[in-house]
């Protein structure tokens, strides 16, 4: 997949100069108070300012929510020509989203947010129903993608065909009561016949897993791939973004850091005490008491159970989903165009533990998982490695449950 690039060239005096690094895509400069992909791309990035921007004294909004990508790269060409009118190459929305589940609670607002991104071209949303509406809508944003609807069966390859990454929301989401496995019976088959549609119309795709339980569905697409023999493990993800932003906003708030510079890595699965945050690893360091630990870690990973007793019945998060998978799909989306620093933690097929699939940080490129975080899985605390152990036997019957699913009715060659 080549990354295209225009050369949008801005010329920049030094210091005002971050506050002009709006996107000159013709579509994007009305967009409210104008829409700014740099901006959006900042939101979603997690990463800080380049400290040489910030100390040349530029305070305007624009320089603090800039993309530390498109920064970098303006740091970097000014630093190798020492000079101060700098230039700009604006990344060209070119790639391809499909969003599987599209008008369901997370498919719409993900919908959304994804139409936002000034890298996508095209963004195709399926559903079973109800999703003309939705892409009706959301084609009268101006901004850069063509919005494309498929409802059924029968316009799923269409769909699917040259997309880059694909994005899949569709299934039941709990109610009180239930766990994320209670939903495996009607979403295991959901995920199942989805996948195969992407193995047959864009094996080469980023798959992005959403539907519950993850644990277990990341190991049925993973199955159905191998039988129709175009698994690649470095292109497969299960979403685990959500349990990052609720850690990154919920030790923010505990320990009164600035949100956009928490960040803490979280490990294992996607279901209770699988999810495992490793808050001895967060960044900026800082230290909690024992009780701390126990209190953020147990909230973490009840913070699903915490949405779904709000909604009394009316679903679990779509909102915050939306937002999480939309920063993981930009993340992809960077890495395809050739940003070198991009890292999400994701659950993947993975050697970390003796566990065939894993959540943990990775390092995304071109072709998917490019490398292992293996920083973050060092020197774990007590209560880590305590909790680490504890989690492997319900992760392990969760992976196995969803593979023996896919052997019991192996699909058609
Ligand atoms: N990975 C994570 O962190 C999270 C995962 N989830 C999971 O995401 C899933 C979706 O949640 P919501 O959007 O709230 O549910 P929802 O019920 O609001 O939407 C689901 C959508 O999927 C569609 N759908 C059903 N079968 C389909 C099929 N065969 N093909 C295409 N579309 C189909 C429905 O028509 C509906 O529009 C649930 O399984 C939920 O548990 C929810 C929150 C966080
Ligand atoms: O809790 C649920 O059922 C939905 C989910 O996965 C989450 O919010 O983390």
Redesign the pocket.
């Known amino acids: 997949m080549a990354a295209a690039t225009s050369a949008t060239a801005l010329s920049i005096g030094s210091t005002a100069c971050v506050g002009s690094i709006a996107t000159s895509h013709a579509n994007s400069k009305s967009f409210g108070v104008r829409f700014n992909s740099s901006n959006y791309l900042r939101r979603f990035s997690g990463l800080k300012a380049a400290s040489s921007i910030d100390s040349e004294g530029d305070t305007s909004f624009l320089a603090k929510e800039s993309c530390a990508s498109i920064q970098k790269s303006f740091v970097s060409r000014a630093q190798k020509r020492n000079q101060r009118s700098w230039t700009y190459v604006q990344p060209q929305a070119s790639y391809k989203v499909a969003v599987?589940?599209?008008?369901?609670?997370?498919?719409q607002p993900l919908a959304l947010l994804v139409k936002m991104s000034p890298l996508v071209s095209a963004l195709n949303l399926?559903?079973?129903?109800?999703v003309k509406g939705v892409a009706a809508d959301l084609s009268h944003c101006n901004t850069p993608s063509q919005v494309s609807n498929f409802t059924g069966d029968k316009e799923l390859a269409s769909c699917l065909k040259g997309v880059n990454v694909v994005v899949i929301?569709?299934?039941?989401?709990?109610k009180p009561g239930m766990t994320?496995d209670d939903?495996f019976n009607i979403?295991a088959s959901?995920v199942r016949?989805?996948v195969e549609a992407v193995a047959d119309n864009c094996p080469d795709a980023f798959i992005h897993i959403?539907?519950?339980p993850?644990n277990s569905t990341v190991p049925i697409a993973a199955e159905i791939l191998k039988q129709k023999g175009v698994y690649d493990p470095k292109k497969l993800f299960?979403?685990?973004?959500?349990?990052v932003v609720r850690a990154n906003t919920f030790v923010a708030q505990k320990k009164n850091l600035r949100l956009i510079d928490v960040d803490v890595p979280v490990i294992g699965g996607?279901a209770g005490i699988t999810i495992l945050p490793l808050l001895s690893k967060t960044k900026p360091s800082v230290t909690f008491t024992d009780e701390e630990v126990q209190e953020l870690t147990v909230r973490i990973q009840n913070a699903?159970t915490e949405v779904v007793e709000a909604k009394a019945g009316a679903?679990?998060?779509?909102l915050s989903?939306a937002y999480?998978a939309a920063r993981f799909v930009e993340s992809s989306l960077r890495a395809f165009d050739g940003d070198s620093d991009v890292y999400e933690c994701s659950y993947v097929q993975s050697e970390v533990t003796e566990l065939p699939f894993f959540a943990s940080r990775i390092k995304l490129g071109r072709e998917g998982v490019e490398a292992v975080v293996k920083s973050d899985l060092e020197g774990f605390t007590k209560y880590e490695e305590k909790a680490l152990e504890a989690l492997k036997p319900e992760l392990k019957a969760s992976i196995e449950k969803g593979i023996n699913f896919v052997h019991k009715q192996p699909v058609a060659a």
């Open positions: 599987l589940g599209a008008a369901g609670g997370i498919g399926y559903d079973v129903a109800n929301p569709a299934g039941v989401p709990r994320r939903l979403n959901i016949s989805l959403i539907s519950n993850v299960g979403v685990t973004t959500l349990d996607h699903g679903g679990s998060a779509t989903m999480a």
